[in-house]
């Protein structure tokens, strides 16, 4: 899969994705991810790519020039299945969405900044919208970075093993259920005996019942969810 990302500050973006799981997609050649800095799309020998909200009011927008400038830019030379713009009123992303992305061979997300971008740029070229939640963030990139790292990991052969996505937190629509490591006694608390039992079936019966009795005391939400589809 490749995903490139747009943003005015690009230099949030390097980091997190040089570690870990999304440092060995991308060695396995599982995952391309190509960063974007608008500002070299920018306008005048300022490089100016934000400006005043017609109207009035507080804080800044990103002009259309610069964006579809460089939105064209990539969009001849790649086809996109998605045109991703972060915002606090998108689409709230979730497992489901992780995974239906998952699918996808080129992802191009934009970062916005200040106040937003352009409404032009989100009708006139983005393709879906998602908020990773409902609290504003400064920026897009944090956001970004949370879509990339969950699709990411979906990505066939990104996870050592195959098995372990499957199990995560929401993969089934339920919480994950508890895990435990050695040793099998420390300070007296024990691990549940029948995880120690190499009963595998017992095992999973015991995972699905936990798992099963997490999410009706935590997030009861998530079983209606279930019920209603
Ligand atoms: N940009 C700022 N806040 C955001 C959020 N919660 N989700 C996605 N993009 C954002």
């Known amino acids: 899969m490749r995903i490139d990302i747009i943003s005015v500050v690009p230099e949030l973006l ?16 599982l995952l391309e991810v190509h960063i974007h800095d608008l500002r070299h799309f920018g306008l005048g020998k300022h490089r100016q790519v934000d400006d005043y909200p017609f ?38 992303f979730d497992q489901k ?23 032009r740029i989100r009708q006139h070229y983005v393709t879906l919208e998602i908020s990773i939640g409902d609290y504003v ?3 897009g990139e944090l956001p970004a970075l949370v879509v990339v790292d969950a699709v990411g990991r979906l990505i066939p052969g990104v996870l050592n093993d195959e098995t372990s996505a499957l199990l995560d937190s929401f993969q089934d629509g339920l919480l994950a ?11 007296g608390w024990e691990v549940p005996q029948v995880l120690r039992s190499g009963n595998f079936k017992a095992i999973e019966a015991w ?17 209606l969810d279930e019920e209603a589809e």
């Open 177 to 187: 259920p508890p895990v435990y490591t050695r040793p099998a006694n420390f300070r």
């Open 55 to 92: 109207g009035g009011g507080a804080g800044m927008v990103l002009r259309p020039e610069p964006l579809a400038q460089c939105l064209d830019t990539l969009m001849a030379q790649h086809t996109y299945d998605e045109i991703i713009y972060l915002t606090p009123d998108g689409q709230r």
């Open 207 to 223: 995972r699905y019942e936990q798992a099963l009795q997490r999410t009706r005391q935590r997030r009861p939400d998530l079983l």
């Open 14 to 29: 390097h980091s997190p994705l040089q570690h870990s799981i999304m440092k060995r997609a991308q060695e396995k050649g």
């Open 137 to 139: 963030l400064s920026g």
């Open 97 to 119: 969405m992780a995974n239906r992305l998952s699918l996808k061979d080129n992802l191009l997300l934009i970062a916005g900044h200040y106040k937003g971008i352009d409404e």
